[in-house]
């Protein structure tokens, strides 16, 4: 059984491209941190559409977590197979670098770039055996642009987007792409005290963007047709920055 798993996925972006995957007609292992009930509400979503799956809880950041978590599902699944790798989990903890407190910087940089790299990692030799891949990195335009107050977050993510060109040239003849997207402001609870009517003016369709408009980007790339493309990063940002 052919199954797609999304970090962070009981939440906004993840959340909808865990519906998406379902959709798609994988078995989707919904990973989150703490919130059960969120993950569990993705999960029914995914039923009530006539899709299936698993939640699959650890905490990306933590390197033994994902490495006992995901071993003791492989060994209880040998009839499922990863093929499809959605790096979603992200945070973000703002401040002045002047200001930034270490655990600002660790906890952000660990989330996302840790866990891409402890996940990724995990899941990579079964799609080398296999012969087949995806996997999908969200970052973000401020990976690509560097946004003042978000030093780690930036750094963050332009450490996913570098790892994302440099693993795609490693696994590309084996048949897995690895890709990136970078969404500029969307609608979750990560931008919920930002005035949309206010920064709207800045972004060219005026308006924030829906998590569903990242997941169909994210399962574009994710499908079998996105074969001849690796190494991107795709840009979800209503014009913002280009
Ligand atoms: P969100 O609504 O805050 O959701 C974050 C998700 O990540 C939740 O499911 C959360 O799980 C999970 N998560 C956080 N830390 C984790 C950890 N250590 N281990 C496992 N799961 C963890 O965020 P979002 O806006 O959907 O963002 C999703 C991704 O898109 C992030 O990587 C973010 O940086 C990126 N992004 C977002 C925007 C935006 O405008 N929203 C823009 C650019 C990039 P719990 O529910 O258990 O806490």
């Given at each position: ?6 970090t962070?996925?009981?939440?906004g ?29 993705t999960?029914s ?19 033994e ?9 492989t ?6 197979y ?101 969404p ?5 609870d990560m ?32 499908s ?19």
């Amino acid at each position: 059984m052919k199954c797609a798993l999304v970090t962070g996925g009981s939440r906004g972006i993840g959340k909808a491209v865990c519906i998406k995957m379902a959709a798609m007609g994988y078995y989707v292992l919904i990973n989150y941190k703490s919130n059960e009930a969120e993950a569990n509400n993705t999960l029914s979503q995914i039923k009530a559409n006539g899709g299936n799956g698993e939640i699959v809880q650890f905490d990306v950041a933590e390197k033994e977590q994902v490495q006992s978590v995901l071993a003791k599902w492989t060994e209880t699944n040998p009839e499922k197979y990863i093929e499809v790798l959605v790096n979603n989990a992200g945070i973000k903890d703002d401040g002045l670098m002047l200001w930034m407190k270490d655990e600002q910087w660790d906890n952000v940089i660990n989330t996302s770039l840790g866990g891409f790299f402890y996940v990724t990692r995990f899941v990579l030799s079964s799609m080398l055996l296999k012969k087949y891949g995806r996997i999908v990195n969200v970052v973000s335009l401020s990976g690509i642009k560097g946004l003042p107050g978000q030093t780690n977050y930036s750094a963050a993510k332009g450490g996913v987007i570098a790892a994302t060109k440099a693993l795609a040239q490693e696994v590309g003849r084996k048949g897995v792409t690895v890709n990136a997207v970078a969404p500029g402001f969307i609608k979750t609870d990560m931008t919920e005290g930002l005035d949309e009517k206010e920064m709207a003016v800045l972004i060219p369709v005026r308006r924030f963007g829906t998590p569903e408009e990242v997941a169909n980007t994210v399962g574009f790339l994710a499908s079998p047709e996105a074969g001849y493309i690796t190494a991107q990063v795709i840009s979800i940002n209503g014009g913002l920055y280009s």
